[in-house]
């Protein structure tokens, strides 16, 4: 049935029957595609046929790259629903038409954002979040509007009790919390819901090995802007942008991925599913590089801001040699807003090899890490006009 089937499938695609521009999948490639899907291959061949002829175009490119696990599982009506609300959504929103056809595909059509859950996350989304940015004027005025409501909208906030990292939207909402890893699929989701192109962007580990993180990137002006779920001040100034200007794009480990629908040759480092290749990525740890050097270029040069060094030791009175150091975890605040974190160096580093952060002059900042007892230890300090070490103990 599948040998009869693939081939006029194929052929509407050749013809261009599967609506005018965008018909980016490849005949072969959703052909190969269909062919992987087993029973499922004749739901999605119905599928196919069924659609209206603008959306053809849509669904042959998600066939085509979706993973084997959802060839074979996707269920036919979620993945229509899905692919009719987001042309409604390209349609319903000013900046709709200034997508271009291959991010609108890649980075707005998606189902899914990594291997979470699949769900119908996009008609309530688009109730949801499209009365929220009904009257912005443009895309950035979107996105920051929906940053800085997604907490009190889904009611979910960061907690490393939620049951599991990769979290679907509805599985964050039942229980009002998430990890980064959740925080991101929401945010993604959301944007996407009214037409924005965004994508999950993470590390699977920073450059000293204080573990993972995941955010969000969003596209406009012909560009990749950085956010997060807890809105930042601004776009492209998160808080771990010094931590992120330290990837190394050669090393898996420590480079910079974003996610991509389309087949790329390259796999998002999952963490919580490590084994697994399902999820395609773009290496961008470059872009970040560049944009921390530029940032931190640019404040030194305004005179705005002073590095700031902090040094941790053993026990007070121990601060005399670097043995007496101790490899810490340190996060920086501005009142409840974090701005930066690292590690500490420790006692078998080169006494010259301090953690600093270049922060604001004349503003206060609380340095948090944890003692030796486990215990949260708050160290305050006001930067002044000139460099500055902050001295404090592990006791």
Not at 92 to 101: A, Q, T
Not at 107 to 123: F, S
Not at 266 to 289: G, K, L, T
Request: charged residues 20%; aromatic residues 10%.
């Amino acid at each position: 049935m599948n040998r009869i089937l693939i081939p006029c499938v194929c052929m509407a695609l050749a013809t261009g029957s599967f609506g005018g521009q965008g018909a980016t999948s490849s005949t072969s490639g959703l052909e190969q595609a269909l062919s992987k899907a087993g029973s499922n291959a004749r739901p999605l061949q119905d599928l196919l046929s069924e659609l209206p002829a603008e959306q053809k175009a849509g669904a042959a490119f998600l066939i085509e790259h979706m993973s084997e696990r959802d060839l074979t599982s996707i269920d036919k009506a979620l993945l229509s629903s899905n692919i009719a609300l987001a042309y409604q959504a390209r349609a319903s929103f000013p900046w709709g038409r200034d997508i271009p056809e291959d991010i609108f595909l890649n980075d707005v059509l998606p189902y899914a954002v990594v291997d979470e859950t699949r769900e119908n996350w996009r008609q309530g989304f688009f109730g949801l979040f499209g009365k929220l940015v009904h009257d912005s004027k443009s895309i950035r005025d979107a996105v920051l509007s929906i940053n800085s409501k997604i907490g009190k909208l889904t009611g979910v906030d960061y907690n490393t009790l939620r049951e599991k990292p990769n979290q679907s939207p509805s599985e964050s909402i039942r229980q009002h919390m998430a990890s980064c890893t959740g925080l991101a699929i929401l945010l993604v989701d959301a944007f996407r819901s009214v037409g924005i192109p965004a994508r999950f962007a993470g590390t699977a580990s920073w450059h000293d090995n204080r573990g993972n993180h995941s955010w969000v990137e969003v596209w406009m002006d012909g560009k990749w802007y950085i956010t997060e779920y807890y809105m930042p001040r601004q776009l492209d100034h998160p808080w771990f942008l010094a931590n992120a200007g330290k990837a190394n794009p050669d090393n898996r480990q420590y480079a910079i991925y974003a996610t991509s629908f389309k087949q790329t040759g390259e796999s998002f480092p999952m963490v919580w599913n490590d084994q697994s290749q399902e999820v395609h990525a773009v290496n961008v740890s470059q872009r970040y590089i560049d944009t921390c050097e530029a940032m931190e270029e640019q404040a030194v040069s305004q005179g705005t801001h002073v590095p700031v060094s902090i040094r941790i030791f053993k026990n007070s009175g121990s601060n005399s040699n670097s043995g007496d150091r101790v490899a810490v975890n340190v996060d920086v605040f501005d009142g409840q807003l974090q701005m930066d974190g690292g590690r500490t160096s420790g006692p078998l580093q080169d006494m010259n090899d301090v953690l600093t952060f270049l922060l604001e002059k004349n503003k206060t900042y609380t340095f948090r890490y944890q003692d030796a007892s486990g215990n949260t230890k708050d160290i305050t300090a006001t930067v002044k006009d000139s460099p500055m070490t902050v001295d404090a103990t592990f006791e």
